[in-house]
């Protein structure tokens, strides 16, 4: 692949945000991924939510680990601070990045392998202290830049390219996040963007940690015949259980859904997220409820999709920390260091 | 009977780890301490809760030695379990107080020295009530043993106790009984004083007795650190709970109530490290403190740090490798693997403290030195300054301190720019700019540990991989600049030198004195901080011999010497200290005479052959 910066050509006709930017102003990089990868859709997608979210480019801080998937965070939103870590450590550089300046937009992406084997310990925990930020997991089943082998999210009986079956059982991320009290747990595909649009605008506008599973099929090492994350398998297998469609704090309704058939969940900063059951029984308010019918459909080799778990009145970690509302990395020295007098106060204990 | 040594001598105290004996020792100390005495404790303390062997070491010092001089004048062998190393241990002519509840003469008999016989348990039975109350209370009761032996102002103990208790009266009170319970008995049976005791003198004032972790966390807290990450690990918890403490009174903001800072306990070692870099990483000045086996675990991230220009501060509170080692016991051994920590071409900013009271200057500075380079810099500090008190001048805060932030570009600088280039050598000195997140898209770029051009951008070619590393390389030279610089005690006419860094200081200063009285004069160069400067290179080449005193087996500091300056390997003798204990001033002497002719042999500065070394010569 070759590095040839994208020209940054803009038409006029082309259509503005509320900040008066194009959807070109959100692209980053090109792409040094396969030509069909999966990553490449949700990549497309970020820019689209991005762009449709009215965010500051400057304002989003992009993380990701070691991966395919984590080499994406260069090929959206160039104005953006990015920042490409170590295999399976992203969500901490995230923590430490949120506690300096809590006021910015955290966007993780991460894959199976980064995400479920060498970061599960570090995934876990960021869920446990409800960590301000989208995580976006590009789950492909498959490590590609090491060729082919299995990861942690390969279902039994998945067969790799070169033949071999797979016998572990599978960590699947949407389940762990929802036993972890993950506050808010999607699960799509990259193909549908219809759908993961609005999802990731609603993830970028959660108070807390906000996962989404994205099923995204690796074109070269996992989109053959018996494989359990191709293209087609998923196309066959997974079902939307709510659609979620995102509506910022400034924009009205449109009149596309009555009242009756949309649970409108309000965000923090007064957005919401419209909820349109496409499966009556399923209730995504209900963490038991919902995890027993993800897990149901799981056996059955099917993927329930869309905004599987909400929840908005957890404390994220700030709320918990009662850190103030400017960022940390704000704070002037002078509020910040306590001065000659209060050593010498302090100095008294210790004769 | 030997002849009075007035605040010249040293106590050791053999209890069980659990009892209660630590509030003793604070308390006989901290009087020592207010009778304006120079004084020096070391806790000598197991990796366990309850019930392993304790001991404490209290040196009375006139002379303000703060390190252990090897030598133990009294020992109070309350713990059955080590009597026998106990009575040993003693110096000829010294003393042992023992619990004679229970008779042992034939196991503690020593004809050069006396015994001290104070039935403390029973004392206590017949006083206090309830098993556990017996046990705290025979601590406290040697305490008030040695007030009378050593003639220690009691109204001093009971002042220091109204303070300790101020919220708990009853324990004042108690605690009282206890200490005269036993100031009267062994005024009543014993002769008072001993030869050995205490006399007011004036050379405390203006200090404190403070330990290093405590100090370090004071340094974080004026220097302005607002994200503290961490993942508990002896002996650097205190430096967090110092940390968390002072956060928790100094900086909540009067007009919200909310906290001026994030104080995150991570899932391990690795995620604390990752959290600091990614807050450095966003413009706040973040910290941790772990100890060797947290700083293996660190190694990946302090590559990516390296590489990647990240600030960060850590504190290694060192104790003894390899693998879990001894927790509870101090060594300098992580110099090598702080210096070169990660894969790869890595080097990385030290500084070595040598009391509390350069922990807490030395946290201010490692702020702004990890800003000003862009690089992660370790403050290496250990268990024994770390966790023991020390005497030290008053910590100093100057109101019109202004932290060092570096380079980092502002929203009109960034919007005067054409483009910005994070990884280009600018001003010469290999010290690129930064911007932080969340000011403008033009400032924007990509952090990445994989190869990368000056401009910031992914590269895999040969020559734009070079340029970067080389002018880490320039940057490093840039740092020999702005470190600390070497302590140096040189007379051109002397030709013998030792080199030593932390913790070893304070024994080296009284190891010089008893060798000058030796008649050999020794120059002194104390290291604080990697990388070496050229001051480091002109000391070592004008000696012919050069002594260098670490607490370690692998003599690290010469490797580090050996590796990074032009000085020849074979001038440069290692003196090696690494039982777990603080080094000693005898050690060293012993150290150097062995290798050197004095011009004048005074016998009795050296131990007899045979002695019990705890240490090598290389």
Known sequence: MTFLPKPKVRHPSLPKNGLGLTRRDYEGGLSTLCAGCGHDSITAAIIEASWGLDVQPQDMVKLSGIGCSSKTTAYFVSGGHGFNSVHGRMPSIAMGANAANRNLTYVGVSGDGDTLSIGLGQFCHAIRRNLNMAYIIENNGVYGLTKGQFSASADVGTKAKKGEVN???????????????????????????????????????????????????????????????????????????????????????????????????????GSRILLRKLDASYDPTDRAAASSAIQERLKKGEFLTGLLYVDTDGKEFHDVNETPAIPLNQIPHGRLSPGSAALAKVLARYR | MTTDRVNDFAIKIATVNGTGSASANTLLMKSIFRSGIPVMGKNYFPSNIQGLPTWYEIRV????????????????????????????????????????????????????????????????????????????????????????????????????????????????????????????????????????????????????????????????????????????????????????????????????????????????????????????????????????????????????????????????????????????????????????????????????????????????????????????VMVMSDLDIGMNDWMCPDLKWDDNYVPDRGKVLGLQEIQKLEKFHRYLDVDGDGIPYRTLPGVHPKGAYFTRGSGHTQYGAYTEDSAEYQIVLDRLTRKFHTAKRLVPKAVVEHDPKVDIAIVAYGSSDGAVHEARDILSSHGLTTNYMRLRSFPFGEDVEKFLEAHKLVFVVEQNRDAQMRSLLTLETRVPKDKLRSLLHYSGLPISSEFIVTGVLAEVEPKVRKPEAVPAAGAKSSGGLV
């Open chain 1, 167 to 269: 016998q572990q059982p599978p960590i699947d991320p949407v389940l762990l996040a929802m036993t972890l009290g993950a506050t808010f747990v999607a699960r799509s595909f990259s193909g549908d963007k219809q759908q993961l649009v609005p999802l990731i605008q609603a993830a970028m506008r959660h108070k807390g940690f906000a996962l989404i599973d994205v099923l995204s099929p690796c074109v070269t090492f996992n989109d053959h015949e018996g494989s359990t994350k191709s293209y087609q398998y998923t196309r066959e297998h997974y079902d939307a259980a709510v659609h979620a469609d995102f509506v910022p704090f400034q924009r009205e309704i449109t009149a596309e859904y009555s009242e009756g058939d949309a649970l409108p969940v309000v965000l923090h900063d």
């Open chain 2, 61 to 376: 010092t006139k002379d303000s030695y703060v390190a252990r001089s090897g030598k133990v004048d009294i020992m109070v062998a309350m713990n059955a379990e080590t009597y026998a190393r106990d009575v040993r241990e003693v110096a000829s002519g010294g003393y042992l107080i023992y619990d004679s509840t229970w008779p042992r003469p034939a196991l503690l008999a020593r004809d050069d020295i006396t015994v001290l016989c104070v039935p403390l348990a029973k004392l206590c039975n017949e006083n206090f009530n309830g098993v556990r109350t017996r046990i705290l209370m025979k601590n406290i009761c040697y305490a008030g043993v040695l007030a009378a032996l050593l003639n220690l102002d009691v109204e001093q103990i009971r002042t220091l106790l109204a303070e300790t208790y101020a919220k708990k009266p009853a324990l004042v009170d108690s605690n009282m009984k206890a200490i005269t319970l036993g100031y009267e008995y062994a005024k009543a049976n014993l002769a008072c004083p001993l030869p050995l005791k205490v006399s007011r003198l004036e050379k405390t004032k203006g200090h404190v007795m403070i330990d290093g972790n405590t100090a370090a966390a004071l340094g974080c807290v004026f220097a302005g650190a607002t994200v503290a990450a961490w993942y508990p690990i002896t002996p650097s918890t205190s430096v967090m709970d110092a940390f968390k403490s002072f956060a928790d009174k100094m900086r909540v903001d009067p007009e919200t109530g909310k906290k001026n800072f994030a104080f995150i306990q991570a899932e391990d070692e690795l995620a604390a490290i990752g959290m600091v870099l990614g807050a450095n990483w966003n413009g706040a000045r973040a910290f941790t403190a772990t100890s060797g086996p947290g700083v293996s675990l660190m190694n990946e991230f302090l590559g990516l740090a390296y590489y990647a220009e990240v600030p960060a501060v850590l504190f290694d509170i060192q104790r003894v490798g390899p693998s879990t080692g001894m927790p509870t016991r101090t060594q300098q051994c992580d110099i090598l693997e702080a210096a070169y920590a990660s894969h790869g071409d890595t080097k990385h900013v030290c500084l070595y403290p040598r009391d509390p009271e350069e922990c807490f200057y030395f946290a201010r500075d490692a702020f702004d030195l990890a800003e000003r380079l862009q690089t992660p």
